[in-house]
């Protein structure tokens, strides 16, 4: 894609003027640096506060202090169903039906539910493709999960390495690696979106591989949901995962989602742990015995909806709704190549940037690796007011979130760069 792209800061001016989403901006809470807003660009870790989640709060304190049990079926939204409010909007950001969507827990469980439902090892078929160097939590799950099963993992899992040299992976060598184990392979489980590369994989085209050779595919999308629109139904994928405190806003441990292919949602045989809450509302309250599952992703729901833990996340995807997802994409193109071009205007700062250069593998990040110093500079960025975090080893995570960070504040972090160093 072509950019006029200046780095001045009249044309960020003038970019913020032409932003339909500048107005966004104003919805949130920003932690503050001398007296201002800091330069947020943090939204791939903790997503900042709408404001109206304080009012939604109060509107369910209101209902338990006026209603108490009776908020479960009275008051504006009824406990009983609240997690139901909150699958349309999320169908719509993860091109998904009703029907595949539910809200839960947090990630890390949630992938375990996957993982017990989809991962049935046989003697024969029971190994795990994953990337090397998956997010901490998705290895432990997977290294847990397979000695659970009685399996070595360092035979069960197979891990995705880049290139000798490389820091991204090629779909090549994903798929590559798929149709070279065959039918050992029982799950393909990646993450979207890698978390420390910022690389966004081809989820299409790693499903249709591990279908043709016969596995499940799973991916965890904590990088993904709200940063990139997906359509986890068209493109078949089985399960998914993900967080709501990221890009999605909804708050500190907010509730994770699930997506289930309707393909295995539908089928109330589809195993899974059981709770009350997943089971049919006509029956769950005649306290009988016999689980019988919703026939929906809200059959993998257990315990009694957490409705606090998804207040957060009810107010944020308002926001959603109304500014469209595919609108924040089509700023989140602009913002971060703006990022790009300008980063690359500060020749004295010994970075490299390991995102990959094409729009169509990254979202809104971009990871900064520097081979030395990486600690000192982003201590240096924080005392100025620069919110970013580091990772080891070497990378400093830029995320200019679309829905709150302008062309000025990305104009604003170069100028801050180019002053200091
Ligand atoms: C943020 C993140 C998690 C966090 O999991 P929790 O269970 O919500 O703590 C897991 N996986 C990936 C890839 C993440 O980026």
Same mark, same amino acid.
């Given at each position: ?86 699958? +349309?909007?999320? /169908? ?5 039906? &009703? ?36 997010? +901490? $939590? ?28 490389? &820091?991204?992976?090629?779909?090549? $060598? ?28 081809? #989820?299409? &085209? ?8 016969? /596995?499940?595919?799973?991916?965890? #999308?904590?990088?993904?949901?709200? @940063? ?11 399960? /998914?995962?993900?967080? $709501? ?13 699930? *997506? ?48 606090? @833990? ?12 109304? /500014? ?96 200091? *160093?």
């Amino acid at each position: 894609m072509n950019f006029d792209f200046k780095s001045t800061k009249e044309y960020a001016v003038q970019q913020d003027a032409e932003d339909i989403l500048a107005s966004y901006k104003d919805r949130f809470f920003f932690p503050q640096h001398q007296g201002k807003n800091a330069i947020y660009f943090c939204g791939n870790s903790l997503g900042l506060q709408p404001k109206t989640v304080e009012s939604a709060i109060q509107i369910e304190l209101n209902a338990w202090r006026d209603l108490a049990v009776g908020g479960y079926f009275g008051g504006k939204h009824p406990w009983l169903y609240y997690h139901e409010l909150l699958t +349309p909007s999320l /169908a719509k950001i993860i091109g998904a039906n &009703k029907e595949e969507i539910t809200v839960s827990n947090t990630l890390t469980v949630n992938l375990h539910l996957m993982l017990l439902s989809f991962y049935k090892p046989t003697a024969t078929r029971y190994k795990i493709i994953m990337e090397a160097g998956a997010f +901490p $939590s998705d290895q432990y799950a997977v290294e847990t999960t397979v000695k659970q099963w009685g399996l070595d993992p360092a035979d069960a899992i197979i891990e995705i390495e880049p290139l000798a040299g490389e &820091k991204i992976l090629h779909t090549n $060598s994903i798929i590559g690696t798929i149709i070279e184990h065959d039918t050992t392979v029982a799950l393909v489980l990646l993450g979207g979106m890698n978390y420390y590369t910022g690389q966004l994989y081809d #989820l299409k &085209k790693i499903a249709s591989a591990a279908h043709q050779i016969g /596995a499940i595919c799973g991916f965890d #999308l904590a990088h993904v949901v709200g @940063n990139i629109p997906v359509s986890l139904h068209d493109w078949e994928i089985d399960f /998914a995962v993900w967080c $709501s405190y990221k890009y999605l806003n909804a708050g500190p441990g907010a509730v994770g989602g699930i *997506f289930v292919h309707e393909k295995w949602s539908t089928n109330s045989q589809t195993p899974r742990l059981g709770g009350w809450w997943g089971n049919d509302e006509k029956t769950r309250f005649k306290m009988e015995k016999g689980f019988h599952a919703k026939p929906n992703a809200s059959g993998w729901n257990i315990s009694t909806t957490p409705v606090f @833990n998804m207040i957060g996340l009810k107010a944020s995807l308002e926001i959603f709704d109304q /500014a469209g997802i595919q609108q924040i994409r089509n700023k989140s193109i602009r913002l971060t190549s703006y990022l790009e071009f300008l980063l690359k205007e500060l020749p004295n700062l010994p970075f490299e940037i390991i995102t990959p250069i094409s729009i169509d593998e990254r979202g809104a990040q971009l990871s900064l690796f520097f081979k030395e110093n990486g600690k000192a500079i982003h201590n240096k960025m924080q005392e100025n007011g620069i919110i970013v975090d580091y990772r080891e080893p070497g990378v400093i995570r830029v995320a200019p979130a679309p829905l709150y960070c302008s062309f000025q504040d990305v104009y604003q972090f170069y100028s801050i760069l180019r002053e200091h *160093f």
